[in-house]
């Protein structure tokens, strides 16, 4: 859109910081904003805390207000006690506040309208097609087995990094390269317990991250996060890489049948898909679904983008 991106945080981390973190960013959002007065202010919720800074700046500057839902707190991440409550009353306050409301796929979409959002647009996320290709070199600088499998992990507890090594540990003929924080990883599952055809390989440098995943045979992605969508399938969906995936209702709608979905984090289960995505004519029917449904999706981009800016700028 060719706005400036401005993100800030303060003592991320530990939740009993939150009152302070929180207090800290009200603040510096507002400096920031009273410093730089823009015309539209385009906040991501979660957490509610930015939308509601920036609804009061808009308020008070008759300046123009859009949120971008990532995700609706209260349903996501939250229980439904008294906090929770809080939460969504906010989350509605600010959505039927702002002139427009954006959310990366349909699901979370129902939901705003639910709480009466003003103008609600799904925007999908995207990732521009991967230009590199089937790099057999940088394949064996990894491992000499025939198969390569990749994931990527941000260390959420409810990601099934340790279902997903023992699930490839019990097939040796493959090998799984996971990408993401090391050290936050080793702390789920310590690379001293790892299966020998299972590595971390920590966060790599952007051009061997993009060659990795158009050299790899299949990525899995299982998580126990409910309504999640991970930005690293549509990664995957720009390199026409084939997916094992978590059975969500959210990943069903969006991907339909272009994943291979698992319907549980057991191990066995999982190995028991990989097996399947060893098999050429399945891993091939795949990848062509996977391509099919990327090019859908590269097709709708431009409309969505014209729309999200009559949005910005009506």
């Known amino acids: 859109m060719g706005a400036e991106r401005v993100s800030i945080t303060f003592l991320y981390g530990p939740r009993y910081f939150a009152p302070v973190r929180y207090l800290a960013l009200f603040f510096k959002t507002l400096l920031i904003l009273s410093r730089r007065r823009p015309d539209v202010v385009y906040a991501q919720n979660p957490p509610v805390f930015c939308p509601l800074t920036c609804m009061l700046y808009c308020s008070l500057t008759r300046k123009r207000?859009?949120?971008?839902?990532?995700?609706?707190w209260r349903i996501k991440t939250l229980g439904g006690g008294p906090v929770s409550k809080l939460i969504g009353f906010l989350e509605g306050v600010v959505s039927r506040a702002a002139a427009g409301n954006t959310t990366p796929h349909t699901f979370w979409a129902e939901k705003l309208k639910a709480m009466g959002a003003n103008r609600v647009l799904v925007v999908h996320d995207f990732v521009e097609k991967n230009p590199n290709l089937r790099d057999e070199a940088l394949r064996r600088s990894?491992?000499?087995?025939?198969?390569?499998?990749?994931?990527?992990?941000?260390g959420h507890p409810l990601e099934r990094i340790e279902a997903e090594a023992a699930a490839v540990g019990r097939v040796g003929t493959v090998e799984l390269l996971i990408t993401g924080p090391r050290e936050k990883l080793e702390r789920r599952l310590s690379e001293r317990t790892l299966p020998d055809n299972v590595r971390y390989l920590g966060f790599l440098p952007r051009q061997t991250y993009e060659s990795l995943k158009a050299s790899a045979d299949?990525?899995?992605n299982v998580t126990d996060e409910p309504f999640t969508l991970s930005h690293v399938l549509l990664e995957y969906a720009s390199?026409?890489?084939?997916?094992i995936s978590s059975r969500q209702?959210?990943?069903?709608?969006?991907?339909?049948?272009?994943?291979?979905?698992?319907?549980?984090?057991?191990?066995e289960e999982i190995a028991r898909k990989v097996r399947m995505m060893q098999e050429a004519?399945?891993?091939d029917e795949y990848r062509k679904r996977m391509t099919r449904w990327?090019?859908?999706?590269?097709?709708?981009?431009?409309?969505?983008?014209?729309?999200?800016?009559?949005?910005?700028?009506?």
């Open 249 to 267: 209702e959210v990943l069903e709608d969006f991907f339909g049948d272009a994943l291979l979905f698992t319907d549980s984090s057991d191990p």
């Open 218 to 220: 299949m990525a899995i």
């Open 294 to 314: 990327y090019e859908g999706l590269s097709a709708s981009r431009q409309s969505e983008l014209q729309a999200l800016r009559s949005l910005l700028t009506p």
């Open 142 to 154: 990894f491992t000499e087995r025939p198969m390569v499998a990749i994931c990527s992990h941000g």
């Open 281 to 283: 004519a399945i891993r």
């Open 239 to 243: 390199s026409s890489l084939p997916v």
């Open 65 to 72: 207000l859009v949120i971008d839902h990532h995700s609706i």
